[in-house]
Each structure stands twice: as C-alpha cells, then as structure tokens.
C-alpha cells in the first residue's frame, strides 16, 4: 500500500518547488524588462511622465493580430486604418493633458517595442525615447519606418511634422507597404485601405488650398512654432520674434524684449490671430493668451497629440475650421 501521509509530504514538497521556480522565472522575467528601460532611460524606471504608465494597445484586436507600435498616437492611428483589428497597437504620446516632451518610458513601452514587428517613430528628437527602446531590443524581423528620414529632414528642423500636410500620405504609404511585407496575407486589405485613407486625407489638401486663397499673407502670432508646417502651406504670415517661440518650445522663459515684442503685436494689433498650443501651457504662454483675448485677438488652440476619438483627418480640419472662424471674426 501507498504510505498515504508520505506521498501527500512528497507532493506537496514537489508543488510548492514547482511554484517556487515558476515565481523564480517570473521574477526573472520583471528585472529583465526593468533592466531593459534602465537601459533605454538612461537609468529612470519611473512612470510620473507625460501619458506614461502601463502600455496597452489603443485600439481593439483580434487574436493572433500583429503587433505594432509607434511613438505618437497620431502615427498608429494610421496604422489602424490601414490595418484595423488585424494589428495589436501601441501609441505612447497619447495624453491631451500632458506635456509630452516630459515623457519617460517603463517597462510596458520596452515590452511593447520588443514585441513589435513595425515600429514607427518621428525622430528629430522628438521621440528619442523610442530610439534607445529599439536599440535595448534589437530584432531582425522589425521594420522601422523614421519619420525624418522618410522625408529627409534635416537634424534641428522643427520637429511637429505632422502639420505639414504632404508628410502623412507619405508615412501611410511607407506603413501600408511595410504592412504588405510582413503581412502578404492580407496585403489586399491593407491595398484598399491605403487608397481610402489617401482619399481622405486629399480632403486635408484642398481645405488647406482653399483658405489659402483667402488668408495667404495674414498676419498671425504663435505661442511656439507646433503649427510652422500648416501656416507656410496656408501662406500665413508668422510674425511672432523667433527667440520667443524658441524658448517657449524648449521650455525655458523668453528674453525680456521678445516678450514685450510679442506682447506689442497683440495690443497693437498687428496680428489676426493667436495660435496657441493648449497641450503646453505655462505662466508666458497664459498670460499671452489672456493679453489676446482681452484685446479682441481671436486664440486659436491646437495640439502636439491627435485628441481622443478623432482621426488624423478630423483633427486636422477640425483645427483649419477654428482658425477659419478666427480669421474671418477678425477681419
């Protein structure tokens, strides 16, 4: 007979081994991963920045779907419409709220970078936290489409691409056929949604080319130059001193006289509009909204992240609607 209370001892000695290295190897697992963002961070593991915390994919997926990220969650909104379900998404600069300059990778983000077989970053060092992730999870298998290179723009040029409306119809190209290499499968698909996401981002185009031919040359100012792109295809003016918009950009306070310059095209009007960025706000940059509202200037508020629940295409004519409105209250 079996020496029940022996063998009950034996098993249970063998389980509580079992979950022992079972916990060991978890264990294992979680230091790697915060070893990695060590690594990619510079030595920061923590999450206090700008939209970080736990990664987890942005839009709906199927079992078996792809995994893909970027670094804005304006580029993996393209990425899902070109790929819908059939790709698991992670966007990391994401938050409306959120600075996100001030963004600091974790161990989610170098898990989900890891993981990744398409990789989209913007580069000019906007982004450069994806930069190091890639190079802490090196992969032979991973396409990495650079938003800088694929356009060819040079280091120190204004980083906020996206508001230069040719650059999208690029990326998307770049992306649908990097897609289309990885995933032949259903290459149809992401064919046909390619040339329905082209289609309406022409939209994009000829609202731009239509308040063009109203407004080319008004006279506008700028907090800092997110919006650069967008006003030199609109044929805006931008009168706003460079030191000022500079400075605002890298976060530091402005020389005295550009501040009192940029003051003077408000209170003299010399200016048809403010376009503001909502998304970095500080003491300067309020006070100088404030000044425009109370001298009748219209304050027209964009973004560096696409806002939660709307597309790339609706944000941006969302955006081209309000300094219409603007531009029109003020003449």
């Not at 063009?212 to 967008?230: I, K």
Request: include cysteine; charge should be neutral.
């Amino acid at each position: 007979m079996t020496d029940a209370p022996g063998y009950r001892r034996r098993f249970e000695t063998t389980a509580l081994h079992l979950e022992a290295a079972r916990l060991r190897n978890e264990l294992r697992k979680n230091l790697f991963w915060v070893a990695l963002v060590l690594v990619a961070g510079g030595g920061s593991a923590c999450s206090g920045g700008a939209g970080a915390g736990g990664a987890t994919p942005v839009y709906p997926a199927d079992s078996g779907a792809m995994t893909v990220s970027a670094g804005e969650n304006l580029y993996g909104d393209v990425l899902h419409q070109l790929g819908g379900r059939k790709l698991r998404i992670y966007a990391f600069l994401s938050n409306p709220n959120a600075d996100p300059h001030q963004y600091e990778s974790n161990a989610s983000t170098a898990r989900a970078v890891a993981d990744s077989r398409l990789v989209i970053e913007n580069g000019l060092g906007y982004d450069a936290f994806m930069d190091k992730l890639l190079k802490a999870s090196p992969s032979s298998h991973r396409i990495l489409i650079n938003v800088q290179r694929l356009i060819g723009a040079p280091d120190g040029a204004n980083p906020h691409v996206w508001y230069d409306p040719t650059v999208m119809p690029r990326v998307a190209q770049a992306a649908a056929d990097a897609l289309t290499q990885l995933d032949p499968v259903n290459a149809d698909s992401y064919r046909s949604n390619l040339q329905t996401l082209l289609r309406s981002l022409g939209t994009i185009n000829e609202r731009v080319a239509a308040l063009r031919a109203r407004h080319q040359g008004t006279p506008v100012a700028f907090t800092e130059p997110v919006f650069a792109y967008m006003a030199k295809a609109l044929g805006l003016t931008v009168r706003s001193p460079e030191a000022f918009m500079r400075a605002i950009e890298a976060g530091n306070d402005p020389p005295s006289w550009a501040v009192a310059e940029e003051q003077d095209l408000i209170t003299r009007h010399q200016v048809r509009a403010l376009i503001y960025n909502s998304q970095t706000v500080t003491k300067i940059t309020t006070s100088i909204r404030d000044l425009a509202l109370r001298n009748s200037i219209p304050v027209v508020g964009i973004s560096e992240t696409e806002p939660p629940g709307q597309s790339y295409q609706q944000w941006q004519l969302d955006e081209l609607q309000q300094l219409e409105t603007a531009l029109g209250t003020a003449s």
